[in-house]
C-alpha cells in the first residue's frame, strides 16, 4: 500500500536541542496529521493541519501544511527525554482513509 | 472513561491457523477502523466498519474479514496465516459523523506467526 516520504529515519540529539523532520507525498492531501507512538503503543494525535499553508503550535511543536499539498514539517523545540519515540506523518484526501509514513524514531540523550 | 481497548494484548500462532482480534471503541464513538503496523513500518488500512457493515476496504486479501456488533464493538479475522501476518494490529475508533476525524487508536494486538 502507499506509504508517505517520512525523513530523517531516525536521529539522535541532544536535551535541549531543536528537532526538524518532514514528510512528502507524490499525491496531494487537504488534510496533514502528526502522531506520536511510544513502544506497546497506539499512535497519539499531536497536530492537525486543514489547510495549505496553515502553521500550527501545540505545546513545544510546531507543523506546517506544506504550499503545494504535498509536504508537511514538523518541529520540536528543547527537546526532553520523554519526546522519545517514533513520529508519524499521515495525509488524507476527502473521505478516505489516513495514509501514514514509515515514521522517524527520534532519541534524545540527556 | 475508557478510550479503545483491544484484546488479545499479544498472541502466537502456527502458519495456516486462524486468528480473532476484538477491539471496543471509545464511549460515544460509532466507527471502528483496523490498521496492520509492520515493523518498522506505519499503521496500514485494512478497513473499516461503520453501521455493522463494511465501508471501505483497503489492499488486504479476502482472508482478512471483520464484523461489527451492534454495540459498535469490531472483531478482525485473518484465516490460513502467513509468516508475512505477523505485525501490530492496530484498532480506531472515531465519533458519529466524523469517519476518520477524531481517530483514537488502542495499543493493539501484537501478533506473531511461527
Known amino acids: 500500500g502507499q506509504q508517505l516520504n517520512q525523513s530523517p529515519q531516525s536521529m539522535f540529539i541532544q536535551e535541549g536541542e531543536d528537532v526538524s523532520m518532514n514528510c512528502t507525498s507524490s499525491?496531494?492531501?487537504?488534510?496533514w496529521l502528526w502522531y506520536k507512538q511510544d513502544p506497546g503503543e497506539g499512535p497519539v494525535l499531536l497536530i492537525a493541519?486543514?489547510?495549505?499553508?496553515e502553521l500550527t503550535s501545540n505545546g513545544r511543536l510546531t507543523a506546517q501544511f506544506g504550499i503545494t499539498r504535498k509536504d508537511s514539517f514538523l518541529n520540536i523545540s528543547a527537546s526532553i527525554p520523554s519526546d522519545v519515540g517514533i513520529y508519524f506523518c499521515?495525509?488524507?484526501?476527502?473521505?478516505?482513509?489516513?495514509?501514514f509514513g514509515k515514521g522517524t524514531r527520534l532519541s534524545v540523550i540527556a | 472513561d475508557a478510550g479503545v481497548t483491544q484484546s488479545p494484548t499479544h498472541l502466537i500462532k502456527t502458519r495456516g491457523q486462524q486468528v480473532t482480534l476484538r477491539c471496543s471503541p471509545k464511549s460515544g464513538h460509532d466507527t471502528v477502523s483496523w490498521y496492520q503496523q509492520a515493523l518498522g513500518q506505519g499503521p496500514q488500512f485494512i478497513f473499516q466498519?461503520?453501521?455493522?457493515?463494511?465501508?471501505q476496504r483497503g489492499n488486504f486479501p479476502d482472508r482478512f474479514s471483520g464484523h461489527q456488533f451492534p454495540n459498535y464493538s469490531s472483531e478482525l479475522n485473518v484465516n490460513a496465516l502467513l509468516l508475512g501476518d505477523s505485525a501490530l494490529y492496530l484498532c480506531?475508533?472515531?465519533?458519529?459523523?466524523?469517519?476518520?476525524?477524531?481517530?483514537?487508536f488502542g495499543s493493539g494486538t501484537r501478533l506473531t506467526v511461527v
Open positions: 493541519l486543514y489547510k495549505a499553508g
Open positions: 466498519y461503520y453501521e455493522e457493515e463494511e465501508r
Open positions: 499521515a495525509g488524507q484526501l476527502g473521505n478516505t482513509p489516513l495514509v
Open positions: 499525491s496531494i492531501f487537504n488534510t
Open positions: 480506531a475508533s472515531s465519533p458519529p459523523d466524523s469517519q476518520y476525524y477524531g481517530y483514537t
